[in-house]
């Protein structure tokens, strides 16, 4: 085995001792607690927003209960990448495939709720998505004066960000069939998390950086790793194009355009799909009439 690989193989040893998937007893206690905590969070977001109680600091008070108990104390829960990359192993070693059977549970009720309701999972549950949003909120604003004075954020069209997300996927998983599927998980920065807890251990330095490449571009650009590079991301877009229950403008819209001047994702046109949509708020604080609701109705 060869030094990226061993890199590989001892990055999902550890992601898996520390974020163990649901194959055994404890790992299946795990999964149930971690799939609660999820429902309990999707519920919660959905009261809030339903209720339009999803204030700017309620949701930044989210943000960083998700980023500090999820991210950095349990290190990366829910990693949505987790399963994503299990099913990769199970079917390259063609072992042991009775257990993908959880895995795919999980999976496909994290996607289920984007099939739903859309990205809540991202805009809320998720420690890097959380991360990368509390970072965008530097110079990603809810005004419109302030963001045209701010020269720093940039704007990136769905078109080119599918473009570098479908061939980032391509080369990585190009790489992956000529050379080993153990380098899929040094793509994986929820590992990163990892790093900050004891031991030591130099394997998780590449996602550690990985995330602080991360950190840093989210300030520059809306959520980049979710809109560029991740397989999650890229698979609730695709359920989320066809979700009912999203935000959706009422009568009281006077087609005034400020919401999709605010957009970082430009999804704030009225026959958007919203599969980018974070629930980031943004049209819905701009928005002087106050038409922009969650449509529980559709
Ligand atoms: S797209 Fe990926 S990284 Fe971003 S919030 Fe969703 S699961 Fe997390
Ligand atoms: S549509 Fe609104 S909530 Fe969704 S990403 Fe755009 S500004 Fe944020």
Not at 3 to 16: A, D, P, R, W
Not at 267 to 295: F, H, M, Q, T, W
Request: proline share 5%; net charge positive; charged share 15%.
């Amino acid at each position: 085995m060869g030094i990226v690989e061993q890199i590989g193989f001892s990055l999902i040893s550890k992601t898996l001792q520390e974020n163990p998937l649901p194959f055994d007893t404890y790992g299946a206690i795990s999964g149930v607690f971690v799939l609660f905590l999820w429902l309990i969070t999707f519920l919660f977001c959905i009261m809030l927003i339903d209720a339009k109680l999803m204030t700017r600091k309620a949701a930044t008070v989210i943000y960083l209960i998700t980023l500090i108990i999820g991210g950095l104390i349990m290190a990366a829960i829910p990693n949505p990448l987790l399963p994503i990359q299990e099913i990769f192993l199970a079917l390259a070693s063609r072992n042991d495939l009775w257990y993908l059977l959880p895995v795919l549970v999980v999976l496909s009720i994290l996607f289920g709720t984007s099939l739903l309701v859309g990205r809540i999972f991202c805009g809320f549950a998720c420690p890097l998505g959380t991360f990368q949003e509390l970072l965008s909120l530097i110079n990603f604003k809810s005004n419109i004066k302030q963001q045209k004075k701010n020269k720093f954020h940039f704007e990136v069209s769905r078109q080119v960000t599918n473009k570098i997300r479908w061939l980032f996927f391509g080369v990585v998983f190009l790489f992956a069939l000529l050379w080993s599927i153990l380098i899929l998980p040094l793509f994986n920065p929820f590992s990163g998390f990892l790093f900050l807890h004891p031991p030591f251990d130099f394997t998780l330095l590449i996602s550690f950086f990985g995330l602080i490449v991360i950190g840093i571009a989210s300030i520059f650009f809306y959520r980049p790793y979710c809109r560029f590079l991740c397989p999650f991301g890229a698979g609730s877009d695709l359920l989320s194009r066809f979700a009912k229950n999203t935000y959706q403008r009422t009568e009281d819209c006077t087609e005034c355009g400020l919401c999709e001047k605010i957009c970082p994702t430009q999804e704030a046109a009225s026959n958007s799909k919203k599969g980018e949509c974070y629930y980031c708020n943004r049209c819905v604080e701009i928005c002087p009439e106050d038409a922009i609701k969650l449509n529980l109705d559709g």
